[in-house]
Structure formats: structure tokens, C-alpha cells
């Protein structure tokens, strides 16, 4: 007839000390009913419950501790009585704490009256039990339920200690024992857990492929976001700190010797020498101080059982690759002492089966000539900071210095693994725009600055190419520079070529001058010549010739004479003119197309004549560096003279599907990536589109059914998504996973254990690994995504970040097919569902913010699986997904959790009440709110009920049970 929590409150009214017998009853009626408490699953009654249970602790803590005020004073009465009262106590806290149920609801209400707690801290310290706690409690910054019993327990457990001839010891070991328990209950909280086991392969393919990736493609990311990445990894895979190291410098030495002599190998180089030792310096500074040390000394030895990966590397370089790493270690970041590095390097030598031979001279070694790089690399910035007006032939020295050669590509290596390029590629694009013009400037004046801008536009041009061109786009410093301008609305990227309605109307006059000094006869002038006027009109007078080519006007000698004298001065111009001919070839009829490829063709054929400008060669040799990368896709490879070796193009009739799915299981049997693999991947995913690289690649590895090749699958995919996380894990979990559950007949099979937890581990690290790199603040000058972006991504994100919330979303998916959309749900799933009101988050949904729009629209399909009435693989999943994410830590599941219907986790207990015990259920519910104290108690009720049901013999003896 009446409710537990209003029994519980009318007992803990009564605080009379000086009535032990009274209080004794009380008590042992309290012990005798613990385990019989149990009430409906309304709301209601489980917060009263959970707030009764608190408040019973709090009165009991209470209790003992005036209870031990008594024994200790000199009181008339018997003490045998508070002895009597102190176990009693003693006993129903212990009760307390070991009743699972009990325990969650006191757990819960503590984040409920630590609300409403603050507010009457006054009122609290006026009643405390001593004056000892009350002192306490007066001086603490934060005053919360936690807190407060906390303190509580430490004055009972002080009390009770000092009770030396009062208490028996074994009345006093229990005593202390009943109050050694956690309350702030920290097992309830989420702690990250291994998600995928790759521990039995001999080399961990997903740091291999992560730090090609970074090393390759995207060598200017935040070293902060490689970190960090890489401890999400460690997490994930549950690998020891030694371990880690170990495979971050055999994925290293394992890159360096695949690209040795390749055009990426610098690259390799600057990430293994320079990139690598300074994140292996801050990995070290988060370690444990007293034993860090030697976890990286015993990495080193790990390493040195690889006897054959070392030597071929000393082999492939002609030198100790392993000393040079160390020396940076040592004597740069003192990761190591001297003694450590030399005993490695001894043993090195002891182990090592190579040949002794001629070791070429220490200054042509790569990894020597990378580390030399850095410091040049500080001192070029350095010279470029001087005043462009006053010292124009000594900068002009230092940039013909750095075309010789491989000096360039070393300063850009060094550069990127440092994070200097971006500020370096801004020197240049000041150069360039202080060279465009200069009034009352003599021939030699001129010259020089003709070359000046020549230079300085070819550089930024191979640096936008290489690095990507949010280099020189999300600068705000240059953001108005004609390159800038220039590279946004007519440099190609990846083989994506611009509208040529972007481009700016000609000044014809300007146009019909430059023809007059392209034909024949005509000189290039560099007097008081604008050269961003030039290059943007060069186009246009070549549209002239090409018009005039194809109405016959001009023959072919000719309009090769024309092409010449482009050529012949300044290498900026036939870049421009490349870049115009590329998007012109995509528009134009066939005949026209044939004779731009024509013009092309002659363009980055090298001049055969000699020239008297001075640093042709090696501004032409720059120059078709470039022009190569513009054209790689129209041209024939045998056509094009310095055709990078790496670039991957598909060959003729082949599907490109049956390519991915090929490279796939090269990359998965080897157990490592190759700089040829990885650029088909790279490229494949260019032209695939994230959604159909996604898509096929899960697909292929679901059809594995050993738990081991699903998990290797798995981390080979987790990392070769970071190539572009943020879209594929949008594709993933707005269009793969959503068609995969919506899947029937033979299709269902994917969703069968074991590729159905697999396939959530999966979802659950790509959330985890974007959502960190959201939450992070990185430098906003670095790339900061997971691959290089292009001129549209820049822009979109540009605007976005500044979009209105009452504007209209550019991107917005509303009209388009979704997980919300008809026609794209189970059949009648959702009518099992309930109303829209079931499907409330606990946050409202950011109609620009795809990935929170998603994962709304994911839950509603979890939530229309669980409420069929039909357990299937798809339920299975959903399980899964919720699982994984409890293992993914508290700040992502915390996340990710916001979006789910409040009705869900009671749901859960419905369909499948032995995979949610209490501890997992409180974790799915978010305390820091109302709504989710109350379905956290409600749940934790409905499945202690449920387990009594199941442990009941019969129905009648439930019923009596609930009484």
C-alpha cells in the first residue's frame, strides 16, 4: 500500500540518538528489506527510489557517526547498546554496497541532489554531525552530493580508528570494512577498452598504412593530429607503449627502403628523421617519468631482432640508417643517454649479416642530407624576410641556389615535416607580387624582376601541386595575391580541371599586344611589363591562335613558332596556357580538342634551341615538372617528358572496382602498403568518390569469416579511411551501413557474427577518431582533415564556419534520400516504432552539421530493428554498435549517445536484457541532465525486475517477491 521510498523517508526522519533500541529496529527492518526492493518501471518511482536510497546512506553515515560520538564520551548509559547500534549500521551499509540495484540508484541520485545540493549547503553544515566534518565541508571550492559523503565516510572511518579499547578488533575490521567502498561508484564510468586484436600478426598493418598515408599524401597534417591518432590507435588495438614505438620505426625503416630512389623518398626521409623523433617525443612526454625511458630503450631492442629490415635499409642508403635516427634522439630531444645509444648501436653492429663495403662520404647520404636540411631551411626564411626593393639579386641568388639540383625537393621535404612550408610558401607569394611591377626600373632592374616572378610562380605552382592548395588558400595574409586568384580559378587539381567561366574578362588590348610579341618575329618584352597582367591574358591571346588554327589562318609551323616564343623567356606562361588548354580540351568539339592537345604537346616539349635568359634550364626544367602533373591525364605518358613514375593511371577497359578489390588483398596479404599501392588507393579514391570507396571495400571485407581476418581487414580499412575520414565516415554511416541493414535474401549473411561486431568496431573507430579531431584545437594555419584538400573543400568549409543559423544550408540533404526518407526504412519496421516522440534525442540537431544529422537518422533505424518483434542479424548489430561504443571511452560514446531516443535504452532491456547489465545501462544514460537521471533509474528498475523474473520459480512467488 505504500511505496518504498515513502517508508525509507519516514524512517530517516527519525534522529534521536539517545533511542538506540529504536533506531536498532529500525535498522534490522531496513537490512531484512533490502533485497526485496523493487518498484514499477514509472519514472516516477525510480527517481523516489533512487533518491530514497541516497538519502537512507546519508543517514546511516549519520547515524554511525553519532553513534561513535557516544561511545567515546562519557555517557551514563550502556555501552553495549551503541556497540549493539554500530554493527546494525555497519551491517545495512554493507548491505548497501553489495546490492548492485541499490548501489546504481544511490549513484544515480547523487548526481541528482548534487543540483539542487549547492543551495543549501548552508542549511546542510547547521545539522553536520560533528564539528570536526562541518569545518571540513565549510572549506571546500566545489559542495556536491560526492563530495560531501565522501567526507562524511573519512570522518567515520577517523572515528572508528581512534575507538582503540571501545571496540573488539573484529568489530572494528568490520566497521572499516563496511566503509571502504567507493562512492563516487568510478567503475560506472566508461574507461576506453581495446576494440580490435592484431597483436598475432608480425606487423601491425594499420600504423604501417596510417604513417604511409601521413608520410605521402598528407605530409603536412598537424603533428598534434598524428599523435593523437596514433594514441587512439594504441587505444584501440590495446598495444603496449614498447610495442608502439617499435612498429613507428619499423613502418619507418620499411618505407624508407620501398622508395628508395623514387621520387617520394625524400619525403620518407623527412618524416623518418625529422617528423618521426619529435613525435616520438611527445608520445614520450606523456608517459610514466620513471620508467619511460627504458620502455623506448626496450622498443630499440625489439627493433634490433629485425635484423634483416636493417640491414637492407643500411644497404639500400649506403649507410647506418639506425645511428642517425638515434643521434637525433640523443642529442636533440635526450630520449636517450649516450651510454643507451651506444650500447644499441653495439649490438646493432654485433647482430648485423650485411657485407662490410665502401661507405659513400656521410654528405651524400639521404638521411644526412634531409637532417642538414632543416637548419637551411630556417636560415631561407630567414634571407626572405629582407626587404624586397634593396637586396633583389642576392634573393635571386638564394632561389636559383635552391632550383639546382635536388635542393629544392629537400628544403620542401624539410620544410613539410617541420610545418614551415606554409609560412615559406608565403615568402614566395610576397616575392611573386612584388615582382609584378616596378616603375622607373632599369633593363637589368627588369630582368631580375622578370626572373624573380618567373621563379617564384614555378615554385608555388610544384608546392600547390605536391602539398595541396590550401597551402596558399587558407593563408588570410595572401588571400587577395594574384596567384592566389590564380590557383583558385584555373590551376587543375587531381585531374579536376575549372570552369573556364571563372576567369576574369580579357583586356583585348592588352590580349592583341601580346600576340604581336608571341608570332613570329615578335620578342617578349620585360620592361615595365605587368606579369600578372600577362599571365592572365596569355590564355586569351592563345584562344585567338587556336581559333585562328582552326579556321585555317594559321598552319601548324606556325602556331609551333607562337608555342615557341611562349616558352622561350618566361616558364610561368606556358603554365597558364596549360591550364586554360586542359579545361578548354573538356568543352570544346572534337576538332578543336585535337589541336590543343597539339598545342600542349608542343608545349611541354623542350626547346630545341638555345636561349640567352638567364636559369632557362632550370626554370624549363621546373617548368615541366608542372606541366607534366597538368596534363598526366590527357596526354599519353610517353609523351610527356618528366612523367612522375608514381602517378597511377587506370589502364584502358579495366573496372575499376575489380582494381580496388585487387589492391585491397595486395595490401592485406603483404601486411604492408607500398608507395605503388598506396597511390592507386589515393587515386582510386579521387575518382571513385568516398561513398563508392567505401562501400565496395567494406563489402569485400565482410565475406571473411575468421575472426583474426575480419579484425586485419578491419584496421587496414579504419586506416586507409583517414585518407579522407570526415567523408567516408559520413558515407559510411549515412549510406553503407543503413543499405547493409536494409539488406534481405542472401545480402543478410554480412550482418552474421562475426562480421557484424566487426563491422561496428569499425563505425565506432572512424566516429572516434572524427570526433577527436573536432574536439582538438590545432593550429588553424595546418591541414587539419585527413588527406589534401582542394579549392572546394577550403571554400565550402569557409562558409560554413561563417554561415547564418537562420540561413538556408548550401548542403542541406533534406530533399535528397536519406535515413529519414520514404522508402528507405525496414518495410514496416517503424510502425513497431512508435510516434516521432519516441525518436527525441537529447540534443537538438544542427541542420548544417551532417554527421550529427546522421547519426539521428541512424538511431531512428536502430530504433525501428529493436522495436520489431523479430530478433535478426540487424538487432544483432545494433547491440554491437552500443557495445563498441561503451568500449570507445567516455567522451566519445557521450557523444555519440546524445542522439539516441530516450525510449531506446528501456528498449534495450526489452530485447535483450542479458547483454546490458546495470553498470552498461547507466553508462548509455547521460547524468549531466534530467532526462537522463530519470531513464537511467527507470531502466535500472526494469532490470532488476527482469532478473527476478528470470531467478523467479514461478510467477506467484515473482508477486510475492515484488510485495
Not at 554511525?64 to 551491517?91: G, N, P, R, W, Y
Not at 634593396?390 to 635536388?406: A, C, H, I, R, T
Not at 597582367?533 to 587556336?546: K, M, R, T
Amino acid at each position: 500500500m505504500v511505496g518504498y521510498p515513502f517508508v525509507i523517508k519516514s524512517i530517516i526522519k527519525f534522529q534521536d540518538i539517545t533511542r538506540p533500541y529504536c533506531i536498532i529496529h529500525l535498522l534490522a527492518f531496513l537490512d531484512e528489506n533490502v533485497d526485496n526492493i523493487l518498484c514499477s518501471s514509472n519514472v516516477d518511482d525510480s527517481c523516489l527510489i533512487a533518491v530514497a536510497l541516497r538519502q537512507l546512506l546519508v543517514w546511516c553515515l549519520e547515524i554511525l557517526s553519532k553513534c561513535v560520538q557516544m561511545i567515546l564520551s562519557d555517557s551514563k548509559m550502556q555501552t553495549d547498546v551503541f556497540h549493539m547500534l554500530l554493527e546494525k549500521a555497519c551491517c545495512l551499509i554493507n548491505h548497501l554496497k553489495n546490492n548492485r540495484f541499490c548501489l546504481a540508484l544511490i549513484y544515480i541520485a547523487g548526481f541528482e541532489s548534487s543540483v539542487s545540493l549547492e543551495s543549501q549547503k548552508d542549511s546542510f553544515l547547521e545539522n553536520s554531525p560533528t564539528q570536526t566534518f562541518r569545518k571540513s565541508l565549510a572549506k571546500l571550492p566545489v559542495f556536491d552530493d560526492f563530495v560531501m559523503m565522501e567526507h562524511l565516510t573519512d570522518e567515520c572511518i577517523a572515528a572508528i580508528s581512534h575507538l582503540t579499547s571501545q571496540l573488539t578488533a573484529e568489530q572494528k575490521s568490520f566497521a572499516l570494512d563496511a566503509l571502504k567502498f567507493d562512492l563516487s561508484m568510478k567503475n560506472f564510468n566508461m574507461k576506453p577498452k581495446q576494440i580490435i586484436d592484431l597483436s598475432h600478426h608480425n606487423l601491425n598493418i594499420s600504423i604501417n598504412v596510417r604513417l604511409s598515408t601521413e608520410a605521402i599524401l598528407t605530409p603536412m597534417n598537424d603533428i598534434n593530429l598524428v599523435i593523437e591518432e596514433i594514441l587512439l590507435l594504441e587505444q584501440m588495438q590495446g598495444i603496449s607503449r614498447p610495442q608502439l614505438y617499435c612498429e613507428l620505426i619499423r613502418s619507418c625503416f620499411l618505407g624508407i627502403i620501398d622508395i628508395a630512389s623514387r621520387p617520394d623518398e625524400l619525403k620518407w626521409a623527412a618524416f623518418t628523421y625529422l617528423k618521426l623523433p619529435n613525435v616520438l617525443n611527445k608520445i614520450f612526454q606523456l608517459s610514466p617519468a620513471d620508467d619511460r625511458m627504458a620502455q623506448l630503450e626496450e622498443s630499440f631492442d625489439h627493433l634490433l631482432l629485425c635484423v634483416p629490415l636493417l640491414d637492407l635499409a643500411d644497404t639500400k642508403y649506403n649507410c647506418e640508417c639506425l645511428h642517425f635516427l638515434l643521434h637525433e634522439l640523443c642529442n636533440k630531444y635526450s630520449l636517450l643517454s649516450d651510454a643507451q645509444c651506444r650500447r644499441i648501436m653495439t649490438k646493432r653492429q654485433n647482430e648485423s649479416l650485411k657485407s662490410r663495403q665502401q661507405e659513400l662520404p656521410s654528405t651524400n647520404q639521404t638521411p644526412n642530407l634531409i637532417l642538414r636540411a632543416e637548419p637551411t631551411v630556417t636560415s631561407i626564411l630567414k634571407t626572405l624576410d629582407a626587404d624586397y626593393s634593396k637586396n633583389q639579386d642576392s634573393l635571386l641568388g638564394v632561389l636559383v641556389q635552391m632550383m639546382s639540383g635536388k635542393s629544392f625537393e629537400l628544403i620542401l621535404s624539410a620544410a613539410a615535416a617541420t610545418g614551415k612550408l606554409q609560412s615559406f610558401a608565403v615568402k614566395l607569394i610576397k616575392f611573386n607580387e612584388f615582382s609584378k611591377q616596378t616603375p622607373g626600373e632599369t633593363s637589368k632592374g627588369a630582368q631580375t624582376r622578370s626572373l624573380l616572378f618567373d621563379i617564384s610562380f614555378l615554385m608555388l605552382c610544384h608546392i600547390t601541386q605536391l602539398y595541396g592548395a590550401e597551402i596558399v588558400v587558407s593563408s588570410q595574409e595572401s588571400s587577395s595575391s594574384y596567384f592566389v586568384q590564380w590557383v583558385v580559378h584555373c590551376l587543375p587539381e587531381d585531374g579536376k580541371y575549372k570552369s573556364l567561366d571563372l576567369v576574369s574578362p580579357a583586356e583585348m588590348n592588352k590580349v592583341d599586344v601580346l600576340l604581336a610579341q608571341l608570332n613570329p618575329g615578335g620578342e617578349l618584352k620585360t620592361n615595365l611589363t605587368r606579369w600578372s597582367d600577362v599571365c592572365h591574358n596569355a590564355p586569351f591571346a592563345i584562344q585567338e591562335v587556336l581559333l585562328a588554327w582552326e579556321c585555317g589562318a594559321l598552319d601548324e609551323d606556325t602556331v609551333k613558332v607562337v608555342m615557341d616564343n611562349a616558352k622561350a623567356t618566361m616558364c610561368c606562361l606556358p603554365v597558364v596556357i596549360s591550364a586554360w588548354l586542359c579545361s578548354n580540351v573538356n568543352i570544346c568539339n572534337l576538332k578543336c580538342r585535337q589541336k590543343a592537345l597539339l598545342m600542349l604537346q608542343h608545349l611541354i616539349t623542350p626547346l630545341g634551341t638555345e636561349t640567352n635568359f638567364p636559369y632557362y634550364t632550370e626554370r624549363s626544367n621546373l617548368m615541366q615538372v608542372v606541366l607534366g602533373k597538368i596534363v598526366h591525364e590527357l596526354l599519353p605518358p610517353e609523351l610527356i617528358p618528366r612523367q612522375n613514375p608514381s602517378a597511377f593511371l587506370l589502364p584502358p577497359k579495366a573496372v575499376t572496382r575489380e582494381i580496388l578489390i585487387k589492391t585491397f588483398e595486395q595490401i592485406s596479404n603483404s601486411g604492408c602498403i607500398d608507395i605503388d599501392n598506396l597511390h592507386k588507393m589515393d587515386y582510386l579514391l579521387n575518382i571513385g568518390g568516398p561513398q563508392w570507396f567505401c562501400e565496395h571495400l567494406v563489402r569485400d571485407v565482410l565475406r571473411h569469416d575468421r575472426p583474426e581476418d575480419l579484425h586485419k581487414g578491419i584496421g587496414l580499412l579504419y586506416s586507409l579511411f583517414q585518407m579522407d575520414v570526415e567523408n567516408i565516415t559520413l558515407c559510411l554511416l549515412h549510406h553503407t551501413l543503413p543499405n547493409l541493414l536494409q539488406s534481405t535474401g542472401v545480402s543478410i549473411h554480412l550482418l552474421t557474427d562475426p562480421r557484424s561486431s566487426s563491422l561496428a568496431k569499425l563505425g565506432v573507430m572512424c566516429l572516434t577518431v572524427l570526433h577527436t579531431m573536432r574536439q582538438k584545437p590545432y593550429d588553424a594555419t595546418t591541414v587539419q582533415r585527413g588527406r589534401k584538400r582542394t579549392i572546394t573543400d577550403v571554400q565550402l568549409e569557409d562558409s560554413e564556419d561563417g554561415i547564418d543559423d537562420d540561413r538556408p544550408n548550401k548542403l542541406d540533404i533534406g530533399d535528397s534520400v536519406h535515413l529519414g526518407s520514404d522508402g528507405f526504412g525496414l518495410g514496416d519496421i517503424f510502425a513497431y516504432a512508435g510516434s516521432d516522440e519516441d525518436f527525441d534525442c537529447t540534443v537538438q540537431c544542427e541542420s548544417k552539421d551532417l554527421l550529427s544529422r546522421t547519426l539521428v537518422n541512424l538511431f531512428r533505424l536502430f530504433y525501428g530493428i529493436l522495436a520489431d518483434k523479430l530478433i535478426s542479424p540487424r538487432t544483432n548489430f545494433v547491440i554491437s554498435f552500443i557495445l563498441e561504443t561503451l568500449n570507445s571511452g567516455n567522451a566519445t560514446a557521450r557523444f555519440i549517445f546524445q542522439f539516441m531516443p530516450t525510449n531506446m535504452v528501456c528498449l534495450l532491456v526489452k530485447v535483450l536484457n542479458e547483454d546490458f547489465n546495470i553498470d552498461r545501462l547507466i553508462q548509455l544514460c547521460d547524468l549531466g541532465t534530467s532526462v537522463g537521471r530519470k531513464t537511467a533509474s527507470r531502466v535500472v528498475c526494469q532490470n532488476a525486475r527482469c532478473q527476478a523474473l528470470s531467478t523467479a520459480t514461478s510467477l506467484p512467488a515473482f508477486l510475492q517477491n515484488c510485495k
